[in-house]
């Protein structure tokens, strides 16, 4: 009987560097590859292009692979202990860095049996992280950008995104990422913002500035990025109007449509007194997500509809009778929107809904709770967390306190330490 070599890919982006540990590994028996599923590969690098399908494909078909299973963990040791191979093969790049606590559990594992670790040269100037780089260089298109929120919905536990409104900010979300307790943090997308679109315009968050507006705004943002985007849409505009704008959005390669359910003159949900706004009719709004979901061209277009009833004083039973009503009438998603200090509302609601039959995944705003941190918001379930408004307050406050102190001081000296310097602004983007 032949001997079994494991080995595990992500196998976004095949190169040279992959054949050579197949082909080497196929030499010391049955290659089995455990190929990482979406979810294993979001706890601790980047998302991948090709879903698990696709990617399973091309393996399938390489003649150096025996079979492919998937491996549902950055960790191994699930499948050795039911595969109990004689070997695993893996280039020798991974003993320091994120990967070098999952390679000391495959030694101690294998040990169990006896197996053992074959470790390949690195393949020199070639790296999956090199090619990737170079693709996003080249951008994306508008179908490969709006499938991502689903896929992302699906394998990762809280997908993140952050408020942009424009290019710079889009690219910071776009290229940001930290190494913390052996992952790498990013954000998933960008949340194209009502209230930081018209202020980065000098207008009120009152729906002064237009869709079309914000859109070409968005044009530019969608030139310098490839992540996701979720669209602030207000309450929809008129029903006449929503066929156009799914149009407008689907185009750009928008994931998803955010519809409130308000009525009339718009204000932003943060304020104190919310007195002259009014909800709009549960069926009412429910036609409005039909009209948006009759609309769309393609399914990975997501329309969210977010509940405003805790912002207008109303009750939960309120909340999840609205929640319950626009998911039977199409919505992808639900926001359950808060302006407490405290999650409490919204845990209340997500608690209820998540046992509902008509349960859609859940998108939370922690602005005013802003204590409440990612892994509570995991806990109860929800699924997408947006920081709403981060950045354009970030950039605020920094504006406000250099323009200050320039009067003050009467020469720019004293601020240069509160802002970046001009070597890194002038190679910020090459
Ligand atoms: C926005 O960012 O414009 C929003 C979220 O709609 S909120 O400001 O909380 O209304
Ligand atoms: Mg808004």
Redesign the pocket.
Known sequence: MKKIVYVALSADILHEGHINVLKKASKFGDVVVGLLTDEAIATYKKFPHLNYKQREIVLKNIKFVKRVIPQRTHDYSENLNILKPHFVVHGDDWKKGVQSLVRKRVLSTLKKWKGKLIEIKYTKNISSTLIRDKIKSLGTTPEVRKSKLKRLIAAKKIVRFL?SHNSLTGLIIEKLNIVSKNQILEFDGM?S????DSISRGKP?NQSVDYSTRILGLNETLDATTKPIIF?A?NGGRNEHIRHLVKSLERAGVSAMVI?DKVGLKQ???FKNQKNIKQDSIKEFCKKIQIAKDSRISNDFMIVARIESFILGKSLKDALNRAEAYSKAGADAILI?S?EKTPKQIFSFSKKFIKSKYYKPMIA?P?KYSKTNEISLIKNNFKVVIY??HLMRASHFAMYKTASQILKNGRSFESEKNITNLESILRLIK
């Open positions: 408020e949340w913002s009502s209230l930081t968050d602030d207000d409130e932003n949900s943060l929107h302006k705003v602005s709403a408004n």
